[in-house]
T-cell receptor, first 112, second 113 residues
Framework: GAGVSQSPSNKVTEKGKDVELRCDPISGHTALYWYRQSLGQGLEFLIYFQGNSAPDKSGLPSDRFSAERTGGSVSTLTIQRTQQEDSAVYLC??????????FGQGTRLTVV | DAKTTQPTSMDCAEGRAANLPCNHSTISGNEYVYWYRQIHSQGPQYIIH???NNETNEMASLIITEDRKSSTLILPHATLRDTAVYYCIVRVVGFSGNTPLVFGKGTRLSVIA
């Protein structure tokens, strides 16, 4: 596709359940980032993949959060045992080496 | 923490130029200045970036002071669709990899008819 695609666009889950969020980056982009934006809060970095290097996980808020990127393309962000404070919009972005980030439209996660 | 300082909000009349300032007094020599905007309920949108020279593209112009401690994003003819939160970000870009974006609170620009 022409842009970064994220699915699902909305997800409602019960507290304690696991969720998986998917990101399809722009073809050929070597870097992939996950951010989240809580209601009324700024954008917060979570994790970053660059080529075949080990991911930068420094922004993950707890060990319930993990992400993988298969084949250097599609990425999945997994949140285990979801909590209400995990409710947010999760944004994925991709980029080439020096270009700006191109963001998807996000997945709005609601934990009830 | 964000390394930039921006006004919380600004208004601009439709059709006029919008000039959005940003202070980044602690910027390092290998840090670029990036601008993004976020229209309500959408993902952030890349606008422009620069190192030390002024830059222009189809969306905006970026003016960076000679000492690189501040910059201004210029939207030459603001429209109602330019109403958004504008983020100024400094970021290292290197051949060994890029750094994530660190977003501050940005400037909420309201374009008024």
């Amino acid at each position: 596709g022409a842009g970064v695609s994220q699915s699902p666009s909305n997800k409602v889950t019960e507290k304690g359940k696991d969720v998986e969020l998917r990101c399809d980056p722009i073809s050929g982009h070597t870097a992939l980032y996950w951010y989240r934006q809580s209601l009324g809060q700024g954008l917060e970095f979570l994790i970053y993949f660059q080529g075949n290097s080990a991911p930068d996980k420094s922004g993950l808020p707890s060990d319930r959060f993990s992400a993988e990127r298969t084949g250097g393309s599609v990425s999945t962000l997994t949140i285990q045992r979801t909590q209400q404070e995990d409710s947010a919009v999760y944004l994925c972005a991709s980029s080439l080496h020096w270009t700006g980030h191109f963001f998807g439209q996000g997945t709005r996660l609601t934990v009830v | 923490d964000a390394k930039t300082t921006q006004p919380t909000s600004m208004d601009c009349a439709e059709g006029r130029a919008a000039n959005l300032p940003c202070n980044h007094s602690t910027i390092s020599g290998n840090e670029y200045v990036y601008w993004y905007r976020q229209i309500h309920s959408q993902g952030p949108q890349y606008i422009i970036h620069g190192l030390k020279n002024n830059e222009t593209n189809e969306m905006a112009s970026l003016i960076i002071t000679e000492d690189r401690k501040s910059s201004t994003l210029i939207l030459p003819h603001a429209t109602l669709r330019d109403t958004a939160v504008y983020y100024c970000i400094v970021r290292v870009v290197g051949f060994s990899g890029n750094t994530p974006l660190v977003f501050g609170k940005g400037t909420r620009l309201s374009v008024i008819a």
